[in-house]
């Protein structure tokens, strides 16, 4: 659904990311890497808040750059950083997101109700955002990006500062609705604990591309038992060839 051909981006004369050809399909999709390895800058690509120095970046085809509204209108995403008004109701965050996507108030509220049930939201509608706490930020700022039913979910570090609970809630209702729903996520982080043998993985370091294909398969070709000593490998001082 997502590929990208020569991507790079320089900050002046510093190279953040670096010539990166990736293919993302529908899925749970995980891109790993260190603090510092672009991950955040790539998401900034896809959802087209910078532009890339050079390559491009495309979807079903079409290139994000010369279709913009059109695409970006298929991309729900969550931020690192929290982007939730917070003297507005959960209501409120939610409609002015859907009217946004041309979506009536009642619509809003009928697609929004089996994702706030699936997040454990469920009765908090009238709730400013103030009175929530952490984890029930992210998982509304999670239902608020699939609300206008996106084809493509990108979450950058979305689990970071979580409990453990509240990271396993949200990451499995994502995998789940992943299968169910045929969508395209794209799952930045640099928790090992957060990623399955089966996930398509994508490692970077320092902005340059090391590693693409299912971790069973990694694992495997990198003559590894785990995830633990895999991502050890791939981001090693010593790792210059990609796999």
């Not at 994702?115 to 009765?123: A, F, K, P, R, V």
Request: net charge neutral.
């Amino acid at each position: 659904m997502i590929n990208t051909s020569g991507l790079s981006f320089y900050y002046g004369k510093t190279c953040v990311l670096a010539n990166l050809d990736l293919a993302f399909h529908a899925g749970f999709n995980v891109l790993l890497g260190p603090n510092g390895a672009g991950k955040s800058t790539f998401i900034a690509l896809l959802t087209h808040l910078k532009k890339p120095s050079s390559g491009y970046i495309e979807y079903d085809g079409l290139r994000i750059d010369q279709a913009q509204a059109n695409i970006m209108a298929r991309f729900g995403v969550v931020f690192q950083e929290p982007t939730l008004d917070m003297d507005l109701t959960v209501e409120q965050n939610l409609c002015y997101h859907g009217a946004l996507h041309g979506l009536s108030k009642r619509e809003v509220l009928r697609r929004s109700e089996p994702l706030l049930e699936g997040l454990g939201l469920t009765g908090r509608l009238k709730d400013k955002i103030r009175q929530l706490n952490g984890g029930h930020r992210k998982r509304l700022e999670i239902v608020r990006a699939l609300v206008h039913k996106p084809s493509i979910l990108l979450l950058d570090e979305a689990s970071v500062g979580l409990d453990n609970q509240s990271r396993a809630q949200i990451i499995n209702y994502i995998r789940e609705l992943a299968i169910t729903s045929s969508l395209c996520v794209i799952w930045t982080t640099h928790l090992l604990d957060e990623i399955k043998l089966d996930d398509h993985l994508v490692v970077l370091t320092k902005g340059v591309l090391v590693a693409s294909g299912t971790v069973s398969d990694l694992i495997s070709k990198t003559q590894v038992s785990n995830v633990s000593d895999l991502y050890i490998s791939l981001t090693s001082q010593g790792a210059l060839n990609a796999i």
